[in-house]
Nanobody, 121 residues
Framework: QVQLVESGGGLVQAGGSLRLSCAAS????????MGWYRQAPGKQRELVAS???????NYADSVKGRFTISRDSAKNTVYLQMNSLKPEDTAVYYC???????????????WGQGTQVTVSS
C-alpha cells in the first residue's frame, strides 16, 4: 500500500546533470527523514545525501558541492540534483524514508527499488 518510486536515472556524459525524484505514494500521513543511497557493482551501499524533517541535510564527502538534496512535503517527494557528474557516480541510486502511515503505523528505513545512473567518460 505504500511505495517509494525513484525516477530520473539514465545515461549521461561526464560533467552532465541528472535530477532524481523519489515519490512516496499510498496511505502516508507524514514522512520523516529521507535519503539517497547508491550502490555500485562490487561496492557496499553508501549514503549519498539525507534530509531531515527540519530541513537539515548531510552529504557524502564525494558529492559535496555537486549534489543537492531537497524535498517537497506537499508532494511527498524528495529530489537529488546531481551536477558535474563523474564516472565514479555510476551506481544504482535508492531512495529511503521513514514513513508514518495514515493508520499511524511506522515504517522505518523503507526502500525504493532503485534507479540506474550511468556516467560515461
Amino acid at each position: 500500500q505504500v511505495q517509494l518510486v525513484e525516477s530520473g536515472g539514465g545515461l549521461v556524459q561526464a560533467g552532465g546533470s541528472l535530477r532524481l525524484s523519489c515519490a512516496a505514494s499510498g496511505s502516508i500521513f507524514s514522512i520523516g527523514a529521507m535519503g539517497w543511497y547508491r550502490q555500485a557493482p562490487g561496492k557496499q551501499r553508501e549514503l549519498v545525501a539525507s534530509i531531515f524533517s527540519d530541513g537539515r541535510t548531510n552529504y557524502a564527502d564525494s558529492v559535496k558541492g555537486r549534489f543537492t538534496i531537497s524535498r517537497d512535503s506537499a508532494k511527498n517527494t524528495v529530489y537529488l540534483q546531481m551536477n558535474s557528474l563523474k564516472p565514479e557516480d555510476t551506481a544504482v541510486y535508492y531512495c529511503n524514508a521513514d514513513l508514518l502511515r495514515t493508520d499511524f503505523r511506522i515504517l522505518r528505513n523503507y526502500w525504493g527499488q532503485g534507479t540506474q545512473v550511468t556516467v560515461s567518460s
